[in-house]
Every structure is written in structure tokens, then in C-alpha cells.
């Protein structure tokens, strides 16, 4: 099999690999497509130190089965499966409640560099990872289900109603998927801060209202009418934590769930004084996970608006460079692996 190894900053090696055992809980997945993300780009041009040379990138992973441990149903191969990426000890009070994403052993693949990720022909994953996928959608959808699962998430810390007023700060990937949730939630008063005109266009053009943050303050007032009880911050640096306090009501609810700085430096008065919370939103839950793979496996077709430029897995460092250098994508930049290739390949020949 081959995989895409991060060899230096800014440089990917497509290099053959033995294919993958299992052990008798796991299973192989034989990878369609992987999304890339913005903390792997951020990781490629060693802007954020959270990549190691040598390992293995690629969380957004959909696929299917084509081997399973000694343990595990044979009627599971050629099962669709999207990759729910978190690992964890399975056995403390976070795990047995379902929390995985705060366990203190945490792990996830193509981050941890010992897990390697979906920039592959082929991975290895627990089978409870594996997690079902209809083939009643589009198979680029499902590399689209792990960040659509972050944005439920960070909306869902916030333990929203339908009568809050709901402000997203970044209108990226997360920020996008954050304003979807709020839909399924009956959440009606939303507004999305986004300084990229064309991704107001796409958030726009699915009805939402939004703005650019150097007007953020006056379209509160305009479109929610009230400061905005619940915050989400999918940018994560000083400023836009700063303007999630500076807009937002007394009490109210801030998830911060960008990772966009390591550090930051905000008024804490306005934290304290209006009794405000700041909330960390990190990865999912199961539940929420499960939950974003029935969403896109009834069928989305807004979804299609997401799916960018498609990638062979040998152009996996091109296609990074290309996120460097270029400008901010509408849809989500995919590496599709052998599998997908062999799929066309015989959809051509049937035709």
C-alpha cells in the first residue's frame, strides 16, 4: 500500500508500505477519500508544531472495510464507514460516559504520529471507530462528517434552545458546519462573522444572515436584534475571542473551538463582570459523531456546495501546497486513495 509520509516542512513523500494487520478488535479500512484539514495545512508548513516529520496525516476519513480482527463480524466487510479519529483508554469515567474527546489518553489518527491517517491507500482502526455510512449519498460526503461533528459539538456545549441568538465567528469549515447545526437545533436568530466575501456568499446563499467582522457590531443589532447569548468561536485567536465578548450579552455562553493561537489575551473583565463563560470545545462526542453520520447519510444535497477539488493520493503534497499558496477554498480539498480510483476506474469500463 501506499501512504503519504510528512517528510519536512512544506514536503510530502508518497512511500510503499507493508499492508496493515489487525488485531483481533480492529479493523482495515480501505480508504475512498480524506479531507484536509486546516490544522494538517497548519502542520505542513510547521506553523503550528502539532505534526511530526515522518508520520502519516488525514482525520476526515470515509471508506470501507475490507478486513476485520478475529473478534469482530465477518459481515462487516464491505461495510461504508466514516473514521470517528478519537482513540482513548476505553476505561475511565470520560470513556464510560461516552466523552471520549476529554479523556486523558486521547489520541487521534493522523494526528498522534504513531496512528497513522487516511492519507493512504489503506488504515487500521478500532471496529467501534468504524462508524456506518449509507450509500444512499455521495461517498464524499462522508469525509465531510468529522467536521461537521466538531461544529455540532461546539454548539451543543453551549446547551443551546431555539430561543437563543446565536453568533459564529468564522465561516470557515467549522464555522460552516456550526451554522448548519443550528438548524437542527430550530435555532432562527444566527449570524456569521466571515472577513472571506466568498464564504459570505456560500453561508448566504444556504439563508444565513452574515457579516464581515468589521461589522460585526452593528449587524447584531441589526439581525438578532439583542446581543447574542450564545457565542461560537471557530477562529480561536485573541481577537475573536475579544469580539465574542465585547458583542455578547451578560451570561452568555462563549465555545471556543478554533485553535488558531496557543495563547491568548482577552479583557477578563468582560468575562467576569458580565458573568460570561467561556466554554473549550474540542473534537465530538460519540454521540455527536453518530449523530452527523445519520445527518449526511439521509442526504444533504446542500452538502455538495462543500466538496471542493478532489486530489490523487500522489498529489497529496500538491494539494497541501496548493491550500498554502492559494486562496481560501469554499469547498473541502479531498486525497482520494486507491480505492476511489479502482471505483471510477470500473464505473468507466461499465458504462
Known amino acids: 500500500m501506499r501512504a503519504a509520509v510528512f517528510d519536512s516542512p512544506r514536503s510530502m513523500t508518497l512511500v510503499e508500505f507493508q499492508r496493515p494487520a489487525c488485531d483481533e478488535d480492529s479493523v482495515v479500512i480501505d480508504v475512498y477519500a480524506t479531507g484536509i484539514c486546516g490544522t494538517d495545512v497548519h ?6 508544531g502539532r505534526r511530526e516529520l515522518g508520520q502519516v496525516m488525514g ?4 471508506g470501507t472495510i475490507s478486513k476485520v480482527g478475529a473478534r469482530i463480524s465477518a459481515d462487516r466487510i464491505g461495510e461504508l464507514v466514516v473514521v470517528n479519529p478519537l482513540q482513548t483508554c476505553g476505561e475511565c469515567r470520560f470513556c464510560r460516559a461516552g466523552q471520549r474527546q476529554v479523556c486523558r489518553h486521547r489520541k487521534v489518527v493522523g494526528v498522534a504520529p504513531e496512528l497513522a491517517g487516511g492519507f493512504a491507500d489503506q488504515l487500521v482502526i478500532p471496529s467501534t471507530n468504524a462508524v456506518h455510512f449509507s450509500r444512499e449519498v455521495p461517498i464524499l460526503h462522508g469525509a465531510l462528517v468529522e467536521p461537521l461533528a466538531v461544529g455540532l459539538h461546539a454548539l451543543e456545549i453551549t446547551d443551546p434552545t431555539p430561543d437563543d441568538s446565536v453568533l459564529v465567528i468564522g465561516g470557515g469549515p467549522i464555522g460552516q ?3 448548519l447545526a443550528t438548524r437542527r437545533r430550530a435555532i432562527s436568530r444566527v449570524l456569521v462573522s466571515e472577513p472571506s466575501v466568498a464564504r459570505r456568499e456560500l453561508l448566504a446563499s444556504w439563508g444565513f444572515s452574515v457579516t464581515s467582522p468589521e461589522s460585526l457590531a452593528s449587524a447584531v443589532d441589526d439581525v438578532l436584534g439583542e446581543p447574542p447569548t450564545v457565542v461560537v468561536d471557530a477562529v480561536g485567536i485573541s481577537p475573536s475571542v475579544q469580539a465574542a465578548l465585547d458583542v455578547s450579552d451578560h451570561r452568555a455562553r462563549i465555545s471556543i473551538v478554533g485553535m488558531g493561537s496557543a495563547k491568548l489575551d482577552v479583557d477578563s473583565y468582560a ?3 458580565g458573568e460570561r463563560s467561556l466554554i473549550g470545545s474540542y473534537c465530538y462526542s460519540d454521540e455527536h459523531f453518530a449523530e452527523a453520520a445519520a445527518w ?9 456546495d462543500l466538496v471542493g477539488r478532489t486530489w490523487r493520493l500522489d498529489q497529496t503534497c500538491e494539494a497541501f501546497t496548493d491550500l498554502i499558496q492559494g486562496e481560501l477554498p469554499m ?3 479531498m486525497v482520494l486513495s486507491q480505492s476511489a480510483n479502482d471505483n471510477q476506474q470500473k464505473e468507466q469500463l461499465s458504462r
Open 59 to 62: 482525520h476526515e476519513t470515509v
Open 271 to 273: 468575562i467576569s463582570t
Open 43 to 48: 502542520g505542513f508548513d510547521g506553523s503550528n
Open 331 to 333: 469547498g473541502k480539498s
Open 296 to 304: 449526511v447519510g439521509a442526504g444533504q444535497p446542500l452538502l455538495d
Open 177 to 179: 458546519a456550526v451554522a
